[in-house]
């Protein structure tokens, strides 16, 4: 079975704070997403990797950055943290024989 | 412009009973076709997908999906409802099974089951 696990169920920060969301994925995908989903709104996606040290922007990247330094992990960095990020944050990977795949979500509140 | 449409936001069915959610998509190339379960407070579980072959592809948990190019849709059933089914299912619709490419969701509909 393929698995993605995300570091923090829950997360509460402060404005103005650096964010880090971890996402890792134990099928070997080369391809690695970040999704926000807000009630009203769906799933949007902010930013995506298709190899090791390869980024595309999603349709939201504004106030966010990522890193891959290796295949298996794709982090999300909130560089200053916003209210207006509060939000349930979902990673996911696939490949070409694979589907997308979700891991849990992080419910990110920030104060 | 590419969408996908769940046109009911809210449905409740009783335990053993049928469902059909819908799913109507707009896509330029061939789609490839996905649902999933998302729920509450979980990430979204993949159902089930088609990319080609029989237009009826079986998924997980008892769930079917039947792909009608025709009508552009890609409409989810099942035959008898558990309480367990309660979650939000979302369709979706994208080029290439796994790429990288965009895969675009509808809304959702939420399901409530009764007793």
């Known amino acids: 079975d393929v698995k993605v696990t995300q570091s923090s169920r829950y997360l509460v920060k402060r404005t103005g704070e650096k964010v880090f969301l971890e996402c890792v994925q134990d099928?070997?995908?080369?391809?690695m997403f970040w999704y926000r989903q807000d009630p009203g709104l769906g799933l949007r996606l902010i930013y995506f990797?298709?190899?090791?040290?390869?980024?595309e922007k999603g349709d939201i990247p504004e106030g966010y950055s990522v890193s891959r330094e290796k295949k298996e992990r794709f982090s999300l960095i909130l560089e200053s943290a916003s209210t207006n990020q509060t939000s349930m944050y979902l990673c996911?990977?696939?490949?070409?024989?694979?589907?997308?795949?979700f891991g849990p979500g992080t419910r990110l509140t920030v104060l | 412009a590419q969408s996908v449409t769940q046109p009911d936001i809210h449905i409740t069915v009783s335990e053993g009973a049928s469902l059909e959610l819908r799913c109507n998509y707009s896509?330029?190339?061939?789609?490839?076709l996905f649902w999933y379960v998302q729920s509450p407070g979980q990430g979204l579980q993949l159902l089930l997908k088609?990319?080609?072959?029989?237009?009826l592809v079986q998924g997980i948990k008892g769930f079917e999906a039947e792909f009608k190019r025709s009508q552009s849709s890609f409409n989810l059933r099942k035959p008898s409802v558990h309480w367990s089914d309660a979650a939000e299912y979302f369709c979706?619709?994208?080029?290439?099974?796994?790429?990288?490419?965009?895969?675009?969701f509808g809304k959702g509909t939420k399901l409530s089951v009764k007793p």
């Open positions: 996911a990977s696939s490949s070409s024989r694979d589907p997308r795949y």
């Open positions: 099928m070997d995908h080369e391809n």
């Open positions: 990797s298709y190899d090791v040290k390869m980024k």
């Open positions: 896509y330029g190339a061939t789609p490839y």
């Open positions: 088609y990319f080609s072959g029989d237009t």
């Open positions: 979706a619709v994208g080029a290439g099974g796994g790429s990288q490419g965009n895969l675009i």
